[in-house]
């Protein structure tokens, strides 16, 4: 099997016509951000300001993108409106074409900047919002913001760009569920991503007390499903469930290398936000080295492309190319070794890492550990 | 509050701000970006709306289709239009004007 696959590697013009061609690019302009949830999607070692790349670099890197077939541009941080240049940038990746995409917290932006970034060409917006419960929305972000946010959002609505609420939810709000929904259709948003905590990073140091119980977990899918139909064609409602309850992985992005990158603040390219955290991997910097070559030719990227790096059980599975062998930054961090089948798989060896952070959920409230420099 | 839409023939359909229609040239391919997701168009979806303009209804956009594909009748022609509109207003994705 693994010669076939070896024999079809050689650089042959069908190969070249199956380059595989990425739909969109996170760009995390900054990780300065006046919130410090203790989920936060930034690595752990967080990026100083002094180590952003140039309003020139991210100009170039907007404009490689586009030549590489890239369709969707995502302005997000830390918080993206820290940046002096959103405007600038948001106005180039716009003029070559991309959808742009602004996600933000909403609490350091004005009517007269979401003008100028709806003049630029901005085509969406996402505002997170940490719960409806003000003081539990503050306590979680660690931040007193929450009257603000709603007020961006009342604003993105007038000032016409669309709009979609981010809420991730977790055991400490997702009793607030339906009042999420509700705030959503108030507050005339196109869309709400109910998004409950992933476990990497800042969030995995805080698992027990974000972790839902299954009663909880199955209770909101009920909820999400019976709004779905509701407010069909009004409010479109993503929904994604902690894998930890899963029987079989999330196809984490779409497949390591096949529809996403990631550029951080200093310049970074990585196949998702979280795989910093694969330690022994080395991460090109478009400082040194070109978004298409990176894409296309750079080791990390490579690394867990396709299916020829994986282990059994993964590796004869029918299911290979559908979720890609789940999460590499997951496997890693539950098991330690990268190539291992995603624990959250049924099929897993690993499958019992599992056992201990689930057994915890619901039993213990511990306090957060703040996301900080 | 947005609402639901059931698209009639003398309705004029268009996308909503969150949705653009372009060719994309490194997939050869008609596509629709809109938040966190991308429609790639068939040759059939593309030929529709490429005439959605949120100006002309959707009676006109059937004629000016039974003109260009004259093999395909109709009354078939308007069914596939109203359908596949149909199922990206069911999204959110098409807006009557």
Redesign the interface.
């Known amino acids: 099997m693994s010669n076939i696959k070896s024999e079809k590697s050689f650089s042959t013009p069908e190969k070249k016509s199956k380059t595989l061609?990425p739909?969109a690019m996170l760009c995390e302009l900054t990780h300065r951000c006046p919130l410090s949830c203790p989920y936060c999607s930034n690595p752990v070692q967080l990026e100083m300001k002094s180590n952003e790349i140039s309003t020139d670099l991210w100009k170039k890197a907007l404009s490689d993108g586009v030549k590489?077939?890239i369709?969707?541009a995502h302005f997000s941080g830390g918080e993206p409106t820290a940046r002096k240049d959103l405007e600038d940038l948001v106005s180039h990746a716009s003029q070559i074409?991309l959808?742009t995409?602004l996600i933000t917290s909403g609490v350091l932006i004005n009517e007269e900047r979401l003008k100028k970034l709806y003049d630029s060409g901005l085509?969406?917006v996402?505002v997170s919002i940490q719960d409806t419960d003000e003081k539990n929305s503050e306590k979680i972000a660690g931040f007193k913001g929450h009257q603000k946010k709603i007020a961006t959002c009342k604003l993105i609505r007038k000032v016409?760009?669309?709009l979609?609420i981010n809420s991730v939810m977790h055991r400490q709000n997702l009793h607030n569920l339906k009042d999420m929904i509700k705030l959503a259709?108030d507050l005339?948003a196109?869309?709400l991503?109910v998004a409950q905590v992933q476990y990497y990073g800042w969030a995995l140091k805080n698992q027990t007390a974000f972790l839902p119980t299954k009663e909880q977990l199955d209770k909101a899918t009920i909820i999400v499903e019976e709004a779905r139909k509701t407010y069909?064609?009004?409010?479109?409602i993503?929904y994604v469930v902690p894998d930890y309850y899963a029987k079989k992985p999330k196809s984490c992005m779409g497949g390591w290398g096949r529809q996403f990158l990631n550029i951080t603040p200093a310049g970074k390219v990585l196949p998702c936000h979280a795989a910093e955290s694969l330690d022994f991997l080395n991460f090109d910097n478009l400082k040194e080295k070109s978004l298409a070559w990176i894409w296309e030719h750079s080791e990390s990227f490579n690394r867990f492309r396709g299916t020829s790096w994986m282990p059994e059980p993964c590796r004869s599975c029918d299911r290979r190319e559908v979720d890609w062998g789940g999460c590499r930054c997951q496997a890693f961090a539950l098991t330690g070794n990268a190539d291992a089948a995603d624990p959250t798989c049924e099929f897993s060896p690993y499958r019992k890492v599992l056992d201990e952070p689930l057994s915890k959920a619901g039993s213990e409230t511990p306090n957060f550990i703040y996301r900080k420099f | 509050?947005?609402?639901?839409?059931k698209l009639e023939p003398a309705d004029i359909p268009k996308l909503?701000?969150?949705a653009?229609l372009?060719y994309?040239e490194?997939?050869k391919k008609w596509?629709i970006?809109?938040?966190?997701r991308?429609f790639e168009l068939d040759e059939t979806a593309a030929e529709i709306m490429k005439l959605v303009d949120g100006v002309i209804s959707i009676n006109s956009i059937v004629d000016k289709l039974h003109q260009k594909f004259s093999a395909a009748s109709r009354d078939q022609i308007s069914k596939d239009v109203i359908s596949m509109l149909q199922s990206l207003?069911?999204?959110?994705f098409v807006l009557n004007e």
């Open positions: 061609i739909y590489i077939g369709l969707q074409g959808y995409n085509d969406h996402q016409g760009l669309p979609t259709i005339n196109e869309r991503e069909k064609g009004i409010l479109a993503d | 509050m947005n609402k639901l839409i909503p701000r969150h653009k372009r994309d490194a997939r596509i970006n809109a938040p966190e991308v207003a069911d999204k959110g």
